[in-house]
C-alpha cells in the first residue's frame, strides 16, 4: 500500500513510519521542513502544508490512504489545539478526495489521554471546539481515535 503520512518527522509520526516500512509499505513522509527524515527504500520525503488543502491534494496524489500524525509542539500546545488543529482537520478533509484519497487514519499522542475518571483529553473545553463532525461532515472513510485502534486497522 502506498501511504501519504502527514507529519512524519514528530514523535508519533516516526513510529508510524517505521510500523509501515516494517509491513512493506511504501511511504510518501510530509513534513513541513524543520525536521529531516532521512531518504531510504520505500520512503519518499516531500515538503508540504498540512493547513493548505491544495499542497495535501498535491502531496496526497497517487496514494492508497493517508495517515495524519502531525500534532502540536510543546511550545504551541494551546494554540494549536484550539487553532491549528482544526484547522489541518478541515484542510485533509477537503485535499484528501480531491487526491483521489478514501482512506484517513488519524492517530496522537495526547487527545485519548484520561485526565479524569472516564474522559478523555479530546471531550474537555481544553482541546477546543474549532472542528466539529456535525459541522464538517466528512466525506472520506476515517477513523478517529487513539493509536492502538489505528494499529488494528492498518494491520
Known amino acids: 500500500m502506498r501511504i501519504a503520512l502527514f507529519g512524519a518527522t514528530g ?44 499542497s495535501i ?32 482537520a478541515r484542510a485533509l478533509v477537503a485535499g484528501l478526495p480531491r487526491a483521489g484519497v478514501r482512506r484517513l487514519v488519524v492517530v496522537g499522542g495526547a487527545g485519548s489521554l484520561e485526565v479524569a475518571p472516564g474522559v478523555q483529553l479530546v471531550d474537555t ?11 464538517h461532515p466528512v466525506p472520506t472513510s476515517a477513523l478517529v481515535g487513539n493509536g492502538l485502534a489505528a494499529q488494528h486497522m492498518i494491520r
Open 57 to 88: 491534494e498535491l502531496c496526497a496524489r497517487g496514494t492508497d490512504a493517508a495517515v495524519c500524525a502531525y500534532g502540536p509542539g510543546q511550545d504551541t500546545m494551546t494554540r494549536d489545539l484550539q487553532e491549528t488543529l482544526p484547522r489541518s
Open 11 to 54: 514523535r508519533v509520526g516516526s513510529r508510524v513510519l517505521a510500523e509501515a516500512l516494517t509491513r512493506n509499505h511504501e511511504i510518501i513522509a510530509i513534513s513541513h521542513g524543520q525536521k529531516n527524515t532521512e531518504q531510504r527504500d520505500r520512503v519518499c520525503v516531500i515538503m508540504g502544508d498540512i493547513l493548505d488543502p491544495h
Open 125 to 135: 473545553k481544553a482541546f477546543g471546539s474549532g472542528f466539529s463532525a456535525k459541522q
